[in-house]
């Protein structure tokens, strides 16, 4: 049986502006700084994208996991890495795409077995503009502005465990992972192959997986932080482990009133219809402090269950990342 990983996160960002849009094409002056948002029912709900989530996270697993990072190459307009996700766990997870010389084996890609969403504001709203100056130098203060927002930013993410950790040679765009050179590294190295298909060991598999996880309550980075410093680990995660793909958490947290709701009744029917699904038990990793009224609903609904386990972020993660072995 194949299983992913699903997840749901949110983070705390009451006085941010984590991801930038730059200046609008409208705007009445140059230097005035956007932050990424969304419209929707005349409502503005500011984002960090995907791209930035997935920046933070490798970051996070080569300072905190020790990640030897696949090295990036540059020529004229594009950028590549090494493709080669037998030496590199970020090309392995987070997928590739190289256009090689043909006898080299053309064009190989990966579709990355971590998949993950923007991180979304829960609530719609419009971002303040701060107002400063640059005064230090001779002359005339020199004026800009940029918009920054408090809210909680929810998101979801997934893990494909029956890919990470395996290359194909299947001709076919996004699995095409393999070419020659990588076929002679894997042979050189005893890789299992099976049909199209060349295997790292369990124990490396495990140990990727393990590590993506263990990395969330050690996320940090963002823009702005100079000035706004906001701790972006997440305060809420919900994990669990499904022989679908389907993300089934994506809607248990909603804006209701303009204040952040989290159905229980949702999240109680999504564990109910997916009950013939789900493959391990649900984990949920909330910070005291953060949305009290949610908190006291999320752990006394665990104290109902024997199938949910309910801790502190790290404690959560950790607990999950050495279940893998049983799913992978």
Not at 84 to 104: C, S, T, V, W
Not at 252 to 270: G, P, Q
Not at 314 to 320: L, P, V
Request: hydrophobic share 35%.
């Amino acid at each position: 049986m194949e299983n992913n990983v699903i997840g749901f996160m949110l983070v705390d960002a009451p006085h941010s502006a984590l991801n930038n849009a730059g200046s609008d094409a409208g705007d009445r002056t140059d230097n005035i700084v956007r932050v990424k948002s969304i419209r929707k029912d005349r409502k503005v709900y500011p984002y960090v994208s995907s791209q930035a989530l997935r920046y933070w996270w490798r970051d996070t697993l080569e300072k905190q996991f020790n990640w030897n990072l696949s090295p990036i190459i540059r020529d004229k307009k594009i950028a590549f890495t090494q493709a080669n996700p037998i030496e590199y766990p970020d090309d392995d997870a987070f997928g590739y795409m190289r256009a090689l010389k043909k006898k080299d084996g053309g064009t190989v890609t990966r579709v990355s077995p971590l998949k993950n969403s923007p991180l979304i504001s829960v609530v719609g709203q419009y971002p303040t503009n701060d107002f400063g100056v640059m005064s230090r130098q001779e002359g005339d203060p020199v004026p800009f502005e940029h918009e920054f927002y408090s809210t909680v930013l929810k998101g979801i993410f997934a893990i494909d465990l029956g890919l990470l950790g395996k290359f194909s040679e299947v001709e076919r765009t996004g699995f095409k992972n393999m070419y020659p050179g990588l076929v002679e590294l894997a042979e050189s190295q005893g890789l299992e192959h099976i049909d199209n298909d060349w295997i790292l060991p369990e124990h490396e598999r495990v140990k990727r997986a393990s590590d993506i996880i263990n990395a969330i309550p050690y996320l940090s980075g963002g823009a702005k932080n100079t000035s706004h410093l906001t701790d972006i680990s997440p305060n809420l995660v919900i994990l669990t482990s499904i022989s679908t793909g389907n993300n089934i958490f994506m809607n248990i947290v909603r804006e209701e009133d303009s204040e952040i709701y989290f159905d229980l009744d949702a999240f109680k029917e999504v564990l109910s219809d997916y009950e013939d699904k789900i493959t391990s038990k649900i984990y949920i990793g909330m910070r005291k402090g953060f949305l009290p009224i949610i908190y006291d609903k999320l752990e006394d609904f665990s104290k109902e269950k024997d199938n949910i386990e309910f801790g502190t972020i790290k404690e959560i993660t950790h607990i999950f990342s050495t279940k893998i072995n049983e799913l992978i």
